[in-house]
């Protein structure tokens, strides 16, 4: 069934962290520790303060380099250098996954709300380089970052993409709304995601899920099953 509701994609896209690699490598521990520090230094705020900033902009603006910028007109390239300054050593490299990625008929692409060289650093430690045709960063959408529709916009126009035979991976539900609106088939990578329930049975608020058409908590997996 897989098989046939992909056969028209002739372009994957793939968002990077927390997509490429589990979860589990908590990768963005080590992210957020530096993010932190980062606000505490350029802002000149305590811990506590620097640490409710980093997850404020990142709720409100997508990423919280968008609402540093935005809000305190910091030069993003500082920041992308510091806060991916990261340990990639316990990364495994992912022979199924690669395998089943570079299976897939047609163009492959990384893009991520990370910079290019992130995504190569850890595309190489995964084991995943030269299966993809192209890889784009933050920078690539002019530091707008997922989940702005222009963001897609840029990066898609770059790229050449037609929504309408592409599929988008990501770990970020917010993610996939833009995607969803331009015609992509759209696959959260981890847990289901699952607005609250509302005061009457079966009525749900909160995020819509409407724009999420599958859901995989193994990629590997589920791309497999694409490719059979």
Not at 82 to 104: K, M, S, T, Y
Request: net charge negative; proline share 7%.
């Amino acid at each position: 069934m897989l098989k046939s509701t992909f056969s028209h994609v002739t372009t994957w896209v793939f968002d990077l962290d927390n997509t490429l690699y589990p979860p589990s490598a908590k990768l963005f521990d080590q992210i957020e520790v530096l993010m932190t520090r980062f606000v505490m230094d350029a802002l000149d705020v305590d811990h506590g303060t620097a640490d409710h900033l980093r997850d404020h902009y990142w709720q409100t603006y997508g990423t919280t380099l968008a609402g540093l910028m935005r809000e305190h007109d910091i030069d993003p390239g500082p920041y992308l250098d510091v806060v991916h300054d990261i340990d990639l050593g316990h990364l495994e490299h992912d022979p199924d996954l690669r395998a089943q990625i570079a299976d897939l008929p047609g163009r492959k692409v990384i893009y991520t709300n990370g910079p290019r060289v992130h995504a190569e650093r850890v595309t190489n430690a995964r084991g995943l380089s030269g299966i993809f045709d192209a890889v784009y960063g933050v920078e690539h959408a002019g530091f707008l970052p997922k989940p702005e529709r222009a963001a897609f916009d840029v990066v898609f126009a770059l790229d050449g993409i037609d929504p309408a035979v592409g599929a988008m991976f990501e770990d970020d539900h917010r993610n996939l709304k833009a995607p969803h609106d331009l015609g992509m088939q759209c696959v959260l990578v981890g847990p289901e995601h699952n607005p609250k329930p509302g005061p009457n049975p079966g009525q749900k608020h909160g995020h819509n899920s409407d724009h999420i058409h599958h859901q995989t908590e193994d990629l590997a997996h589920f791309l497999s099953q694409i490719n059979q």
